[in-house]
């Protein structure tokens, strides 16, 4: 099975700007959750998916939205950036839940907000 | 390609005797390694960490040991307690080339009363 992917790989914006960024999960997998890893803050829980429904959110404004489709396939937007949006954008998936199960991570997107 | 591996995905222990976690890596690169914990509807919290120069790592119950020559780190946690159940992450990075964490897929550790 191919593994996690997450598009596109690196990313270079402007304050003030938006960003999409996309996950698609390991086939047959319907959980789909996002992190930010930051040097300074290290790895931070964004939101998880679960059937196109978000079931669980982290401690980060609105201007940080996702969703998911039917395929399991999973968007992160991120509105008006700031330079501390800067970070690696990392995506998992699972098969079922992800409360009680593993999770297998797609190699990240590098957004560097300028 | 899965450049860190955790080929356990569940582990059993009973409370009060010794878990432990493996993880492999195949790049040699990486310098940094670290163990994340997860529960049930959370993201993923930093429990401990080792650097490349050491081979051992101890905060409390939670001990890391690195065998870089095997490309092989383990978490041990003596004793055990139900409270450990949960998920853990294995992470590895290269600092001397980014500071991109790469991930194994996890090991749900289940301690028994």
């Known amino acids: 099975k191919a593994g996690v992917t997450q598009t596109p790989r690196y990313l270079i914006k402007t304050r003030g700007q938006q960003v999409t960024l996309s996950c698609s999960p390991i086939s047959g997998h319907r959980s789909v959750s996002w992190y930010q890893q930051t040097p300074g803050q290290g790895l931070q829980f964004l939101f998880e998916y679960f059937s196109e429904t978000q079931r669980n959110k982290g401690n980060f404004p609105g201007r940080f939205s996702g969703r998911q489709f039917s395929n399991s396939r999973s968007e992160m937007n991120v509105s008006t950036l700031e330079l501390g949006d800067s970070a690696l954008y990392l995506c998992?998936?699972?098969?079922?839940?992800?409360?009680?199960?593993?999770?297998?991570f797609g190699p990240g997107t590098r957004l560097t907000v300028l | 390609d899965q450049q860190v591996k955790q080929n356990s995905p569940s582990l059993s222990v009973q409370e009060g005797r010794i878990s432990i976690l493996n993880c492999d890596y195949t790049?040699?690169?990486?310098?940094?390694f670290l163990w994340y914990k997860k529960y049930p509807a959370e993201g993923p919290t930093f429990l401990i960490s080792i650097s490349s120069i050491k081979d051992k790592n101890e905060d409390g119950r939670f001990t890391v040991f690195l065998n870089k020559s095997a490309k092989h780190l383990s978490l041990h946690i003596v004793p055990s307690q139900p409270g450990d159940s949960a998920v853990y992450f294995c992470?590895?990075?290269?600092?001397?080339?980014?500071?991109?964490?790469?991930f194994g897929a996890g090991t749900r550790l289940t301690v028994k009363p």
């Open positions: 992470a590895a990075v290269a600092l001397g080339v980014s500071n991109d964490m790469r």
């Open positions: 790049n040699s690169m990486f310098d940094y």
């Open positions: 998992a998936s699972s098969p079922q839940d992800s409360s009680t199960d593993t999770q297998y």
